[in-house]
């Protein structure tokens, strides 16, 4: 799948919602609910939407990231942000340096939150006075769904939001927490406890249908039982130029 959302976003599962979609789709027509407790750029939930868009389906996105929060929810209950937002960058662009672009990323309020996320998309005409953004916001595919879908957001830690619909029976959980061994420092919190908790409980006596999508690595090994579960393992190479692979796995409950 094409990139959806407003700006690259690290870790995102657009190259495997086919794969994901594939290993639910049995049970598609039970559910009524998608959660998303480590939602991010909501690759799944959109996938999920696009084939699904004549079925009033409830999708739940979360995260801990206060600002993809807000920009979501801004968004949603005001789209004309996007116009507005746009405008704004287009008409201080003309006056900008790297010094007084790298003070407002700096500021990690939500104009530095979106323009140190948008970086790598504008950056040719970044400095350039004749340059313009071109609406980048608003062309995003993922504008559809956030005005048109049934959506609710919230911010909270993921944990919780998974331990309060694990006997939801008509609930699809799809979970992506943060990487554990590799780079995570585009996390504002690593929210590791969501390993724990694997490893601690039974994830097939969820009444809820669970799809996990992580990187395979000595603790998921300890976790998983590879030759009893419900595994699929595939490789990974990120996208964002530094040639890394590694092997990623699904888990389903069911």
Not at 5 to 32: A, Q, S, W
Not at 142 to 148: A, G, I, K
Not at 149 to 159: D, F, H, K, P, S
Not at 198 to 218: G, H, Q, T, V
């Amino acid at each position: 799948m094409k990139n959806h959302f407003f700006f690259g976003y690290f870790g995102n599962k657009r190259n495997e919602v086919e794969k994901l979609y594939e290993t639910i789709e049995p049970v598609l027509d039970e559910i009524d609910t998608v959660i998303e407790p480590y939602c991010g750029s909501f690759a799944f939930s959109y996938y999920v939407w696009t084939l699904n868009k004549e079925r009033n389906l409830k999708y739940i996105l979360n995260d801990i990231d206060e600002n993809l929060i807000m920009l979501i929810r801004t968004v949603i209950e005001n789209p004309d942000f996007l116009n507005e937002i746009n405008d704004e960058i287009n008409e201080f662009k003309t006056n900008w340096t790297k010094t007084t672009y790298d003070e407002i990323v700096k500021k990690r309020d939500f104009k530095g939150y979106l323009l140190g996320h948008m970086y790598y998309r504008i950056r040719p005409n970044l400095f350039n006075i004749n340059g313009c953004i071109d609406k980048i916001l608003m062309n995003a595919p993922v504008v559809d769904f956030l005005l048109n879908a049934n959506i609710e957001v919230r911010n909270e830690e993921g944990l919780n939001l998974l331990i309060s619909n694990i006997n939801n029976h008509n609930a699809l959980i799809f979970l992506d927490p943060p990487y554990i061994l590799s780079d995570n420092t585009m996390y504002k919190s690593s929210s590791d406890n969501i390993y724990s908790y694997f490893a601690k409980n039974d994830l097939k006596k969820f009444e809820s249908k669970l799809l996990i999508c992580i990187e395979k690595n000595f603790i998921t090994d300890l976790i998983f039982d590879n030759e009893n579960d419900n595994i699929i393992t595939y490789d990974k190479k990120y996208a964002n130029g530094n040639k890394k692979r590694t092997i990623h796995l699904i888990y389903f409950n069911q």
